[in-house]
């Protein structure tokens, strides 16, 4: 069985950060000249509890001010929201002028919402076309803290895209389809950690060891060069040198100024070019796992659509083949192996794909966002200041388990816009978000550890 230390990231719905730059590298900028700035988009969202896929296409994003609007997006991208459930990932990288810009315009189209239909065993899988009140939506930045791109530096831009208050439902909580989206900015920093990007999975493409460098054909269809040091971690005993080209593998770390990203974390999920990544639904013995599979490498379709309910067969596979992502601060003794498989998990198995068949070889659990009603009277403080626990209500989560669902919280965890455990037992009726791992309490129901807590509206 492998264990690894974690990194639980921020949480921080879509991020795009801008940067003045010198267009360093042709191949990595989305733009030239030395009075042009380069963006990177990455992703994340406040999600409703039931809801696993929401996929909408971001026609563009456009940054204003008095005099000018300057496009963000060089092409429209359709991004899955609940995929991106706690998590950023990277969605765009162009150029922008350098200028001082107080608000963002954003134009959307074609909603698709997938939510989990919890009165079936196992859930199911309901989808809907949804419907934009507004196709366009500009929002001011905070006073007093507008978005500036200097050329030569990295600025960004922070957008919460809150499913919670967007997806509208009726008097008995049922998803309508209707779609008004609910949009915050916020103006960030490269170095901040709502700037980082904390999953970025692709296929390689070619390593330099000699540069300290490999590339990667990543998500939206764009190449990544990766930059790794000596304090870049890997998974079991891989490097640099053992990756292979066409290894699928997952990684965290910091856009540079040129569009290239500096590791702090390499994950190889397979050499073999196929992964299945999603929640799961139900697990039977074997164990054989029914997930819901939000994304995919390489296009498995039709054997394997995205978007699908689909069941995998992982008897074959030992305790060794088993392994938890990502691994730099320590907030969790939990442990990972066949027996600890659990509905609610946030998994991803790879292995091969020939004629129409996908074989696994591994399982890693994955960081996963989590949403509810903060249950009032659940929070406790075992060994202060934030070693605890607390209770929250959740759809899919409290079907599960026949109640609410607890989250259990460290003296390393990141607790934001509040004052740690002691002030959320004080916080009365409210939302809370929380990012983390999902692990078996031993009765075969799910609890999580959480490194991120916030307090949503």
Not at 68 to 83: C, E, I, N, R
Not at 200 to 206: E, P, T, Y
Not at 260 to 267: D, F, H, M, Q, Y
Not at 389 to 403: E, H, W
Request: hydrophobic share 40%; aromatic share 8%.
């Amino acid at each position: 069985m492998r264990k690894f230390l974690l990194l639980f990231a921020l949480c921080a719905p879509i991020a795009v950060l801008l940067g003045g730059c010198s267009g360093t590298n042709s191949s990595q900028n989305g733009g030239g000249g030395a009075q042009s700035g380069s963006v990177f988009v990455v992703g994340e969202d406040a999600p409703l509890p039931s809801v696993v896929s929401f996929n909408i296409t971001l026609k563009s994003i456009t940054l204003n001010n008095s005099s000018t609007t300057v496009q963000v997006l060089s092409q429209p991208t359709t991004v899955d929201f609940g995929k991106l459930m706690g998590l950023r990932s990277l969605l765009a990288f162009n150029a922008v002028p350098p200028g001082t810009y107080t608000s963002a315009t954003f134009t959307l189209a074609s909603p698709v919402i997938s939510y989990l239909n919890t009165s079936t065993n196992p859930p199911s899988l309901t989808t809907l076309n949804g419907t934009l009140t507004s196709s366009t939506v500009t929002v001011a930045f905070p006073s007093g803290n507008p978005m500036v791109v200097s050329n030569n530096q990295l600025a960004g831009l922070h957008m919460d895209f809150d499913l919670h208050q967007s997806l509208a439902t009726d008097n008995s909580g049922n998803i309508t389809g209707t779609v008004t989206p609910v949009i915050d900015i916020t103006a960030v920093s490269a170095s901040d950690k709502l700037g980082k990007i904390t999953e970025f999975v692709g296929s390689v493409l070619s390593l330099n060891t000699s540069a300290n460098s490999f590339s990667v054909q990543g998500p939206y269809g764009f190449q990544r060069t990766i930059d790794v040091t000596n304090q870049t971690q890997y998974n079991g005993t891989f490097s640099l040198a053992s990756i292979s080209v066409n290894a699928i593998v997952a990684l965290e770390g910091i856009l540079q100024a040129d569009g290239s990203i500096l590791a702090s974390s390499v994950e190889v999920i397979t050499s073999n070019q196929a992964f299945i990544s999603g929640r799961v639904l139900a697990v039977s013995p074997g164990p054989v796992v029914t997930m819901f599979v939000g994304e995919e490498l390489p296009d498995l379709s039709p054997s394997i659509p995205v978007d699908s309910v689909y069941t995998v067969d992982l008897s074959g596979l030992s305790s060794n083949d088993y392994e938890i992502c990502f691994f730099e601060n320590l907030f969790t003794q939990g442990l990972f192996d066949r027996s600890s498989l659990v509905q609610g998990q946030r998994i991803l198995v790879g292995g091969t794909y020939q004629s129409g068949a996908f074989t696994p070889a591994m399982v890693s659990l994955r960081l996963q966002g989590l949403w509810g009603s903060l249950v009032q009277g659940s929070v406790a403080i075992a060994n202060p200041p934030n070693q605890g626990s607390f209770q929250l209500d959740n759809d899919f989560m409290s079907y599960l388990v026949g109640g609410p669902f607890t989250v259990r919280t460290f003296n390393g965890t990141d607790f934001l816009n509040l004052n740690g455990l002691s002030q959320l037992a004080n916080a009365g009726s409210t939302h809370v978000v929380a990012v983390g791992l999902v692990f078996n309490n031993g009765q075969n129901l799910p609890v999580a550890d959480v490194g991120v807590v916030a307090v949503r509206p």
